[in-house]
């Protein structure tokens, strides 16, 4: 029981992960409800992920950058869910 919980929260964590990666790559507008989802689902994975960008910060190229530590967290919390 309190197994399948912790798989379904590691499981939900990694697909806001995702979202919020994947909303990274487009433009929003600052009020808009792209921009509050963003902001929400940054409250939920910037404490687990800026630890981790203290270690692997954003590779700089050009004019960007990418960040890696949303795949690295993605795969240690998959490997959890595997594990436990």
Do not use: E, H, K
């Amino acid at each position: 029981m309190v197994v399948s919980i912790i798989r379904y929260v590691l499981y939900a964590f990694v697909i806001c992960l995702w979202v919020q990666a994947l909303l990274s790559w487009f433009p929003l507008s600052p009020g808009g409800i792209g921009s509050r989802v963003g902001r929400a689902l940054g409250t939920v994975t910037n404490p687990v992920l800026r630890p981790v960008r203290r270690i692997l910060p954003p590779m700089r190229a050009g004019g960007g950058a990418l960040d890696l530590s949303p795949l690295l967290v993605s795969i240690v919390a998959l490997v959890l869910i595997r594990v436990i």
